[in-house]
Nanobody
Framework: QVRLEESGGGSVQAGGSLRLSCRSS??????MGWFRQAPGKEREGVAV???????WYADSVKGRFTITQDYSKREAYLEMNNLQSDDTAVYYC??????????????????WGQGTQVTVSS
């Protein structure tokens, strides 16, 4: 099991920016990233980064969100710019081992942070 500690999030007006951080501990992971869940909607992938530096983004955040990492610190960061009301959700940090990263039905994330609220007002 891996433990994930999130920080960041909060409330911002549309067009604003926020930064999320996540620190992992426990077994070594190959992928870290964020999913989000809005009220009444299913959890969806937002951004994932592999230890190699490869990244995956949801189409809805491409060009606005950037995921980076400090692998030596086992930390990942999500810079969110030009936030819109549709970005309002609880954001969950996740991580996994194995060679598969990114999004997809065959890629399962089992360990999650406690979640942090991001609220964007228009």
């Amino acid at each position: 099991q891996v433990r994930l500690e999130e920080s960041g999030g909060g409330s911002v007006q549309a067009g604003g920016s926020l930064r999320l951080s996540c620190r992992s501990s426990g077994y070594a992971t190959n992928c870290m990233g964020w999913f989000r869940q809005a009220p009444g909607k299913e959890r969806e992938g937002v951004a994932v980064i592999q230890a190699s530096g490869s990244t995956w983004y949801a189409d809805s955040v491409k060009g606005r969100f950037t995921i980076t990492q400090d692998y030596s610190k086992r930390e990942a960061y999500l810079e969110m710019n030009n936030l819109q009301s549709d970005d309002t959700a609880v954001y969950y940090c996740t991580a996994k081992g194995g060679y598969l990263c990114g999004f997809g039905p065959d890629i399962r994330y089992l360990d999650w942070g406690q979640g942090t609220q991001v609220t964007v007002s228009s």
